[in-house]
């Protein structure tokens, strides 16, 4: 029993002892029942202090507070209420008014922002292979004495760059005390020097390298199981560590296979590549060894990662809302979705990185209106 109905009894038994003849018995219990069957029916009491609301109506609200307490505390499931209210909330309201991104006109112009719709492509299904940078055998050449000799004058050392008829070192024939001298086959880089003025250099001994650096030999190493996939003709993109590239095609296949690294030579000679494509570098050598049509395809840029899930972005009223996406073939330029776009539907195809960068900074939910 609750502390104000007690309360309540006390003040009720004292009303009745003091108006009326006392009773044969008193109510042994303070309930709201008994209380009420000692106000007596016929006379009710106004309380003290209570002028207007008489002892029968303050027991049946005191009654009614008591029974609304317990329903509240015995048995009465209030988050009924909130689920109810939950459940009865459209949500589809939260989908219809989704914050987009919005972006000005300017923000639009400066990232250069390009909506495209869905369509199917031709996705190259690449291999990555390790090739080694070497030099070009046909474009590096040594340069060696015609007769015994010993040299006398040196003019060119490793790392000069030097011209076809440059020349490179003075020499006396040992047998006819005759001087004459060496010079560069062609244009291209000392890269070996062998030589010192006083000594004795045989004929045919080496003296000096040179090797045109403007191009080199790019070995790949081809899987077995890949060899009847690439043939002579057939273009590579070799990458560099720093991610720089290089263009070449196949133009010789060897026949045999390695015995230290069990794999075929597949050789491309590179022109014009940079540093990063030295001699002696390692490197990787993509080869796109055949094609597939899908029926949606968007340009690699297009798909950003948001919260370790593969999204792009599409247009919509509220601005630019996130759709997951399920990437599938990909080769340099564009990817296949297998799910989350269809033919047709509009996506951001250039700029989808800056809207990423906007919704991150801007602390919106990354999964408002997202689409699974």
Known sequence: MHKSLVILGCLLAVLHAAGQEEKESAPACSCPSCLAAAAGEEHPYTLPGLQGLNEESTVNAAVEADEHADCDHEGHDHSAHAEESHEDHDHDDHADHAEGIELSAEMIRKVGLQIHEAEGRSIAKAAVFPAEIKLNG???AGVSPRFDSIVRQVFAEIGDAVSKGDVLASLENRATMAVYTVSAPFDGVIITKRLAVGESADAGQLLYEVADLSTVWADISIFPRYQHLVRKGIPVTFIA????????????ISPIISH???TFTARCVLEGADEDFSPGAFVRAQ??????EVPVAVPVEAVQSVDGEKVVFIPDEHGFQTVAVEP???DQRYVEIRRGLKPGDRYVAVGAFALKAQMLTSGMDPHAGHGH
């Open 328 to 330: 599938g073939l990909a």
């Open 260 to 262: 230290e690294t069990r």
């Open 287 to 292: 080869i796109n060894l055949e094609t597939a």
């Open 241 to 252: 560590h720093d991610g720089h590239t290089a263009k070449g095609t196949v133009k010789y």
């Open 138 to 140: 046909d474009r590096t």
